[in-house]
């Protein structure tokens, strides 16, 4: 195996490679019951339901005040994130192993590529993981008023936090079956709206095409910006290729089916939206599905019936997000690239890196709830969308890098071309989400990773010197 770096004397084996048993093992390595390899519709179920979070059921009116212009955007970011989903199946085609965009910049560019990788990556699911359960408690008020005690607010955003861990600590088995349960039941709703609407259309409530004095490319921009978010997840598959039956097969599929469902949904019904409400009426909704609902068919009984949707929705990603956010760790630390105790598994799960993110997510939401510090909050959450574009780059780099190197067991020739044109269109859209993620957010961003620097400074010192002493 080449790469750009030096060899080292004594390398780590590859993500996968020390454990063959990977998604099936219990515990101490021996096979589980509570362990069961995903098929390919829990597959696609995991990738759709980690894309769709809680974003769809307030896109509407977030991207309202530029005008009908935030649907052209919609579909330059679903284009570039079919484009990123083709380069992530092609990838798990070649290394079908746990880890996703660490294991492709490793293998293509060494340790400290695959690290940032990793690392990035765990920023970005851990502080996600925060924001959807205080997203969710905004929805959980409609049902059950909590917002008025701090208490009853902590307490319910704590639990919504930890059931899903919970979930995940069960064993891999559970995890699918919540995914493809919750997945299912929060599609009907949207559904709904997405198909139902388009009988209650009315172009007359689309409003201008082009709203504000930003001009169209700065309502372009802008728009894209804040449906940036909204596409996060489509690595979902590769990154879980070892719990992943046939991952050669079913990972790129997993991942073009899921993209392609999250797309259908996110932009018929952002469309069903804005033709059943009145564009003055969605500026200032908060919640626009709910409006919807009641414009289609009178009655308030909306609001209840999305707020129900979105919990769902939310517990589904969140219950997704819990494991990606443990599995990059655990194929890491498999590596030597992460502390050891994040390679410790359970029933297919890794528990450690499961904990930690829950633990982590749950000191961020208190410090945001208990500081009042709700514009740095939605600072650290634009800070994810930057994170999450740094595993993207590497990846689709590693990608262009195999291509360019022209190694016979890395590139199907016969698809050279059209390869290698999705995985330009995939780093320029990778590109494009550093932009939209604001230079405040960047900035920030940039701190996270020099952090990660320090850390891997420590381990691989610990490394070498494991090294040298044996």
């Not at 530029?66 to 380069?87: H, R």
């Not at 997840?233 to 290729?241: F, M, N, T």
């Not at 990972?251 to 899921?258: C, F, K, P, Q, S």
């Not at 930057?386 to 590139?411: E, H, K, W």
Request: a positive charge.
């Amino acid at each position: 195996m080449t790469t750009l770096t030096t060899p080292r004397p004594e390398p780590a084996p590859r993500a996968g490679e020390a454990h063959s048993d990977a998604g099936t093992p219990g515990d101490g390595g021996t096979p589980s019951k509570h362990a069961r390899r995903f098929g390919l519709p829990v597959a696609t179920a995991l990738v759709m339901g980690n894309i769709i979070g809680g974003g769809i059921f307030l896109l509407p009116a977030s991207v309202a005040p530029f005008g009908t212009i935030s649907l052209v955007a919609f579909g330059v970011l679903t284009l570039g994130a079919i484009a990123l989903a083709l380069v992530f199946g092609r990838l798990a085609e070649r290394l079908p192993r746990t880890g996703g965009p660490y294991v492709y910049a490793r293998e293509a560019f060494g340790d400290f590529a695959g690290f940032l990788a990793a690392w990035s990556y765990w920023i970005t699911a851990w502080v996600s993981n925060a924001a959807l359960a205080v997203a969710a408690v905004g929805y959980l008020d409609v049902l059950v008023p909590v917002n008025g005690s701090l208490a009853a607010t902590l307490t319910a955003a704590l639990v919504i936090q930890w059931l899903p861990a919970l979930a995940n600590l069960a064993g891999t088995r559970y995890v699918g079956a919540v995914q493809l349960v919750a997945t299912v039941l929060k599609f009907a709703p949207l559904l709904l709206v997405a198909v139902g609407g388009l009988f209650f259309f009315d172009a007359s409530n689309l409003g201008p095409f082009q709203a504000g004095d930003q001009g169209a490319l700065g309502a372009l921009s802008a728009s894209a910006a804040i449906l940036l978010f909204s596409y996060l997840g489509v690595e979902s598959a590769a990154v879980s290729a070892g719990e992943v039956r046939d991952p050669r097969r079913n990972v790129g599929r997993a991942t073009i089916l899921g993209t392609l469902g999250a797309a259908f949904v996110y932009l018929l019904g952002t469309l069903a939206v804005f033709g059943t409400v009145a564009h003055d009426d969605l500026v200032g909704s908060t919640a626009p599905f709910s409006d919807a609902v009641n414009a289609m068919f009178g009655g308030s009984w909306g609001g209840a019936a999305v707020a129900c949707a979105a919990l769902v929705s939310m517990t589904g990603a969140l219950n997704g997000w819990t494991l990606l956010s443990a599995q990059t760790p655990y194929a890491a630390a498999k590596d030597g690239l992460f502390p050891a105790v994040f390679a410790t598994r359970r029933r297919g799960v890794p528990t450690v890196g499961v904990l930690v993110t829950a633990v982590l997510a749950s000191l961020l939401t208190v410090y945001n709830y208990t500081a009042g510090s709700e514009g740095v909050f939605e600072t650290l959450v634009l800070i994810t969308t930057f994170t999450a574009t740094v595993p993207y780059l590497l990846a689709t780099a590693a990608q262009i890098y195999f291509l360019a190197s022209g190694r016979s067991d890395r590139v199907d020739r016969p698809r050279l071309i059209r390869d290698a044109v999705l995985a330009a269109l995939a780093c320029g859209f990778s590109m494009w989400l550093v932009a939209g993620s604001g230079y405040a957010a960047v900035y920030q961003g940039v701190l996270f990773l020099f952090a990660g620097v320090l850390v891997y400074a420590w381990i691989a010192a610990r490394r070498a010197r494991a090294a040298s002493a044996a």
